[in-house]
């Protein structure tokens, strides 16, 4: 049996210009964590469920287990360690440590990036819409309401800042 013939891909990641050489089966977790060594981005449950391993691939959210690292070929993905600007902490990522939105971790980059997408699409969401929006990310340590809270929040602040 021979190995998989690799393929390189071209991609943006977090603003930046990436190459890298991927299997036809890796997924984009893969790719991120072990190839390109950005460990924010969490394996949760590796099927597509829970939400942890969430990037921005052209904007959107999608669960990076879920896609395979091929399909980033010119695509521009933001994981979480796009979302701050060197030491400056994106306002979400603010908002979720002043509001407490956090405890383990794991699932906190999924939610992040995903309510990045939903605050850079309607910087003024209802509750409602964030509710939504983050249907697809699991926690297992909070409440909701912290998170819903923090975003809430990020709103708020972003839009004081326009």
Excluded: W
Aim: charged share 20%.
């Amino acid at each position: 049996m021979s190995a998989a013939k690799k393929s390189h891909i071209q991609a943006t990641i977090n603003g930046e210009p990436s190459e890298f050489l991927c299997e036809p089966r890796q997924s984009l977790l893969e790719v991120v964590r072990n190839t390109l060594g950005m460990t924010g981005t969490k394996e949760g449950c590796n099927n597509g469920n829970c939400g942890a391993c969430a990037v921005l691939m052209n904007g959107r959210p999608v669960d990076s287990c879920l896609v395979l690292a091929v399909e980033a070929e010119g695509a521009e993905i933001t994981t979480i360690e796009g979302m701050a600007k060197g030491s400056d902490l994106h306002p979400l990522q603010k908002c979720f440590l002043e509001e407490a939105a956090l405890q383990c971790g794991i699932c906190t980059p999924g939610f992040l990036v995903t309510a990045k997408a939903l605050l850079d699409r309607n910087p003024e969401p209802t509750e409602e819409q964030i509710r939504f929006a983050l249907a697809g990310n699991l926690c297992r340590c909070t409440g909701y309401d912290k998170i819903v809270e923090a975003v809430q929040s990020a709103a708020l602040r972003m839009k004081e800042k326009t």
